[in-house]
C-alpha cells in the first residue's frame, strides 16, 4: 500500500528558502513517477514539479522555473522540493502525488492532476511580503 507523507513547509518571508520532503513508502518503482502540486485558496490544486525516476527527466510549472528544484534519493525513498526565492503567490498547500506506472515521460512527467493514483494530506507554505 503507497503512503505519501509531507513535510518541511511552514512560514517565511518573500525571498526565503523552504525544503519540502515526501516519504513515499510502499512505492518502489524504479520507473515511477512523483511531483509536487499546490493548492491556494479558492484555486484549483496546480502541478509544479515533476520527476520521472528511469531517467530523472524532470519538469516545472513556468511559474517556478529556475526558483524550485525537485529530486529523488531512490535510498531514502524521499522526493524533495527545495524552493528559492519565494513569492507570496507561491503560498498555498503543497500536496506531493504518485503515479502507477508507466507513466508520461515524454517529453517530460505529467503535471496533470488527474494522473497521479496516490497523494499525501499536504504540508502548508505561507509566505509574506
Known amino acids: 500500500q503507497v503512503q505519501l507523507v509531507e513535510s518541511g513547509g511552514g512560514s517565511v518571508q518573500a525571498g526565503g528558502s523552504l525544503r519540502l520532503s515526501c516519504l513515499a513508502s510502499g512505492y518502489t518503482y524504479r520507473n515511477g513517477c512523483m511531483g509536487w502540486f499546490r493548492q491556494a485558496p479558492g484555486k484549483k490544486r496546480e502541478g509544479v514539479a515533476g520527476i520521472y525516476f528511469g531517467g530523472l527527466s524532470t519538469v516545472y510549472d513556468d511559474s517556478v522555473k529556475g526558483r524550485f528544484t525537485i529530486s529523488h534519493d531512490s535510498a531514502e525513498n524521499t522526493v524533495y522540493l527545495q524552493m528559492n526565492s519565494l513569492k507570496p503567490e507561491d503560498t498555498g498547500m503543497y500536496y506531493c502525488?504518485?503515479?502507477?506506472?508507466?507513466?508520461?515521460?515524454?517529453?517530460?512527467?505529467?503535471?496533470?492532476?488527474?494522473?497521479?493514483?496516490?497523494w499525501g494530506q499536504g504540508t502548508q507554505v505561507t509566505v509574506s511580503s
Open positions: 502525488a504518485a503515479e502507477s506506472p508507466p507513466c508520461q515521460v515524454v517529453p517530460g512527467p505529467s503535471l496533470a492532476v488527474g494522473e497521479y493514483n496516490y
